[in-house]
């Protein structure tokens, strides 16, 4: 973990931003005591609370009811060809982006 005073934080700010952005974390001393830690959001919140965050700008919505796996494991196997070929499905999407 860095550390940076604030005199410090304030002169250099870009690359203490950097730092935070490759997923390390900046605490802040104001004379010796430490104020504040400087962290990617990302790193600090669940997976739940990003879900939570993406429903509340209206970015995805939750599902109606939950997927059991045995009907998921179903559905992914009636959506695929028997003798699928990857390189056949890439081309095919490919093409349908043109």
Do not use: F, W
Request: glycine letters at 4%.
């Amino acid at each position: 973990m860095e550390k940076a005073t604030v005199s410090k934080l304030k002169n250099n700010l870009s690359a203490y931003l950097r730092k935070v952005r490759a997923g390390h974390a900046v605490v802040i001393y104001d004379r010796d005591a430490p104020i504040a830690r400087l962290e990617r959001i990302e790193s600090s919140g669940s997976g739940s609370d990003r879900l939570a965050l993406l429903c509340a700008r209206g970015l995805v919505r939750p599902p109606a009811q939950p997927l059991s796996s045995a009907r998921l494991h179903s559905s992914l196997h009636s959506a695929l060809p028997r003798k699928a070929s990857l390189s056949a499905a890439l081309r095919a999407d490919r093409d349908e982006d043109r």
